[in-house]
């Protein structure tokens, strides 16, 4: 076996702030510890949370490495006490609590998945954080069943993108989905959704409405919050279910839950971070078993929408924050 460098090279962030707060340093390289697997990482994803993270606004958790990066892909290359079913010399990506804009990245064996057959790097790096989150909130959280329907906000980004596939490949009856443009509705659309509705121009409760005949929608996976909070409720089907998995629009909002009550409606959210390895290993499993045979068939694709190299890390944070991408941003080796 190679022998491992004493240090490499990471991105910092050296105080809360713009996009230029992002450096690359020289850090220790980690060793593994127990139940955990050192891979050397060949692509990273960029996600909401690191650009939250830099801002000061989603510190790592306690124990977590402050080094953003949440998703990686890569061969494995160290083991440690107690791995029984990851080899080094594995290509895997895996989900992490940080420190994956990083040369090197430790990852908990549950939270590591195979690299699906003819995947790339790239291509591999952009699952974890993103079906992760999908799967636990759409599916378990939100229950969504074939022949529902379901309203994504946030189309074409990495987990509207994601979650407009899974719905349409478990047979969801109406998929509709927000998007800030004409063309990027139409982006939405050719990835499964019944119709992209464009936030900007059109009223997605009056749309939605009039296409369920009046009914509403049975699930709803909202990122938004703000004054989506009480125009969800509108569009929300009898026993009907709303995920929230952020709040761009703000976490606080005055609301009639009125609406609410005569539907028999849910409102439930969930965080992914701060879970224990078993927690997440949980999910990891049924993905495992349920979604990576479709990856692996290639009837479901991460929506790739550009890379930067990891030095250029400000760079691909700046394009998160413009919102311009249709999918994934990825930082390479």
Known sequence: MTALPATMTA???????????????????????????????????????DVLQRQGGYPPPPGASDIP????????????????HTKIGDNVCALVTGGGYAAYCVAPEPQCLPVPKGFSMVEAAALPETFFTVWTNLFERGGLKAGESVLIHGGTSGIGTTAIQLAKAFGARQIFATAGSRDKCHACEKLGA????????????????????NLGVDVILDMVGGDYIQKNISALAVEGRIVYIAFLRGSEASVNFMPLMLKRGTITGSTLRARSVEQKGA???????????????????????????????AEAHRLMESSEHIGKIVLTA
């Open 11 to 49: 991105i910092e962030i050296t105080e809360p702030g713009g996009a230029e707060v992002l450096r690359p340093a020289s850090r220790p390289t980690p060793l593994p510890g127990a139940g955990e697997v050192l891979i050397e990482v060949a692509a990273a994803g960029v996600n909401r949370p």
């Open 69 to 84: 990066g949440l998703e990686i892909a890569g061969k494995v290359v160290s083991v440690g006490l107690g791995v029984h």
């Open 194 to 213: 019944t119709r992209g509705i464009d936030y900007k121009h059109e009223d997605f409760v009056k749309i939605v409405r009039e296409a369920t005949g």
């Open 283 to 313: 999910i990891a499993a049924p993905l495992k078993r349920q979604v990576w045979p479709l990856l692996d068939q290639g009837k479901i694709k991460p929506q790739i929408y550009r890379t930067f190299p990891l030095a250029q890390a």
